[in-house]
T-cell receptor
Framework: AAGVIQSPRHLIKEKRETATLKCYPI?????VYWYQQGPGQDPQFLIS???????DKGSIPDRFSAQQFSDYHSELNMSSLELGDSALYFC??????????????FGPGTRLTVL | QKEVEQNSGPLSVPEGAIASLNCTYS??????FFWYRQYSGKSPELIMS????GDKEDGRFTAQLNKASQYVSLLIRDSQPSDSATYLC???????????FGQGTELSVKP
């Protein structure tokens, strides 16, 4: 079965640079979630999109922005990178059911290292 | 206090034993609950979802939910060394659907 695809899998950037992470959800899934997981931490919700509209926003820095495109893929743009942005970034997709949460399936993640 | 609490472990059990993982949550209105397994450096992998009070079994895994006590657990029967991983309890937020994770319990199954 098709899974969530994320690219790139690894990314190394310098401080103050920008980065773009991409996520391709499971076919026919219309909802995308982004999570950040620091070393030894649990995943923290950043932002989500449903039918190409932002549906919820968590602890996402103002330096970060994201969008979902007409083909449902999503991109997380990160600017003015800081050392503390080094983390695993996961995208998850779900077939949103009306009125609640449906199961989220996670992609393999992008490991971002900021030097 | 975190919204979702787990014992961080490590929990060590011998091969073939039952591993019991526990989780409590603070939002009494929560409706959806998930257990994910995560190997080091890998992504969370869904094991079980549970929405109603009681038990839900899938192979060697049984999830238990008690909404009155705001408690959800995962039992792993016949534990195998390959079950050694961090187990994340997640609660679905009613508005927007984001998952709120516990800090995870590290399970070690000894041969």
């Amino acid at each position: 079965a098709a899974g969530v695809i994320q690219s790139p899998r690894h990314l190394i950037k310098e401080k103050r640079e920008t980065a773009t992470l991409k996520c391709y959800p499971i076919p026919r899934h219309d909802t995308v979630y982004w999570y950040q997981q620091g070393p030894g931490q649990d995943p923290q919700f950043l932002i989500s999109f449903y039918e190409k509209m932002q549906s919820d926003k968590g602890s996402i820095p103002d330096r970060f922005s994201a969008q979902q495109f007409s083909d449902y893929h999503s991109e997380l743009n990160m600017s003015s990178l800081e050392l503390g942005d080094s983390a695993l970034y996961f995208c998850a997709s779900s077939p949103r059911l009306a009125g609640g949460t449906d199961t989220q399936y996670f992609g393999p993640g992008t490991r971002l290292t900021v030097l | 206090q975190k919204e979702v609490e787990q014992n961080s472990g490590p929990l060590s059990v011998p091969e073939g034993a039952i591993a019991s993982l526990n989780c409590t949550y603070s939002d009494r209105g929560s409706q959806s609950f998930f257990w994910y397994r995560q190997y080091s450096g890998k992504s969370p992998e869904l094991i079980m979802s549970i929405y109603s009070n009681g038990d839900k079994e899938d192979g060697r895994f049984t999830a238990q939910l008690n909404k009155a006590s705001q408690y959800v657990s995962l039992l792993i029967r016949d534990s195998q060394p390959s079950d050694s991983a961090t187990y994340l309890c997640a609660v679905g937020h009613n508005q927007g659907g984001k998952l709120i994770f516990g800090q995870g319990t590290e399970l070690s199954v000894k041969p």
